[in-house]
């Protein structure tokens, strides 16, 4: 089986992509698996930087090919909050501590007034070619309280209208075809197959 490298140490991210590349052949492999003592400092102020520094750093270390991502939620009503610090935002990577904080800065903001997006950047880097980046988006609307227990981070309180579910009410399968990261990764793949022989 062909393998894939995801510079990241986000098990709810793995899971993401496995539900996307297992089919299509690919296994998933994480920074657990190939580098489990790097810790990547995420210096960066845009999702593109940080994920451009993260694939650079493990593709230069590892002498190989490697994705990493760089994802986020964007609240319109709290001017695009948490962003880059979506992993960071009360807690690191305390995931409740995270969105209590989210709904708590929502509290009294209509339902209509409650939009916001996913953003998720893809970089994918490797010894003799020039980085690339793709990125992809997923609009929906922040509850008032959580729903589902699939996925992680925001999920259980990012509703998606078409589909009248919160992402975290979705199957892996499901998430991956209108999420961020689906989107993205659908945007990359026409390109893997010269970039991962
Ligand atoms: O509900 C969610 N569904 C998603 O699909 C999603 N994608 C991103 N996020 C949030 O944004 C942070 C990324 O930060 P991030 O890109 O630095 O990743 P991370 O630090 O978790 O792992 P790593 O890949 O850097 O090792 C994550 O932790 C989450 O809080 C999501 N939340
Ligand atoms: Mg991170």
């Excluded at 009503?77 to 610090?85: D, I, N, R, S, T």
């Excluded at 970089?123 to 699939?150: H, N, S, Y």
């Excluded at 209208?161 to 989107?183: C, D, F, V």
Aim: aromatic share 8%; proline share 5%; net charge negative.
């Amino acid at each position: 089986m062909k393998q894939i490298i995801i510079a990241t140490k986000n098990k709810g991210k793995a899971k993401d992509f496995e539900a996307i590349f297992e089919p299509l052949g690919f296994e998933v492999l994480t920074l657990f698996d190939v580098a489990p003592d790097m810790e990547i400092e995420e210096t960066g102020s845009t999702f593109e930087e940080n994920a451009v520094l993260k694939a650079e750093t493990v593709a230069n270390r590892l002498h190989t090919y490697v994705i990493a991502d760089d994802s986020g939620l964007e609240i319109d009503a709290l001017h695009g909050e948490p962003g880059v610090y979506s992993a960071r935002y009360a807690g690191d990577h305390d995931d409740e501590a995270n969105m209590d904080k989210a709904l708590r800065n929502l509290e009294g903001v209509p339902t209509e007034d409650r939009t916001a997006h996913f953003t998720c950047c893809l970089a994918i880097a490797g010894p003799d070619v020039p980085t690339e980046t793709v990125k992809g988006t997923c609009e929906g609307v922040i509850l008032t309280e959580r729903r589902g227990d699939q996925g992680f981070g925001y999920d259980p309180i990012f509703y998606v209208p078409e589909k009248e579910k919160t992402m975290a009410e979705m199957t892996p399968a499901e998430k991956g075809s209108l999420s961020h990261r689906g989107n993205a990764i659908r945007k990359l793949a026409s390109d893997l197959p010269t970039w991962l022989q």
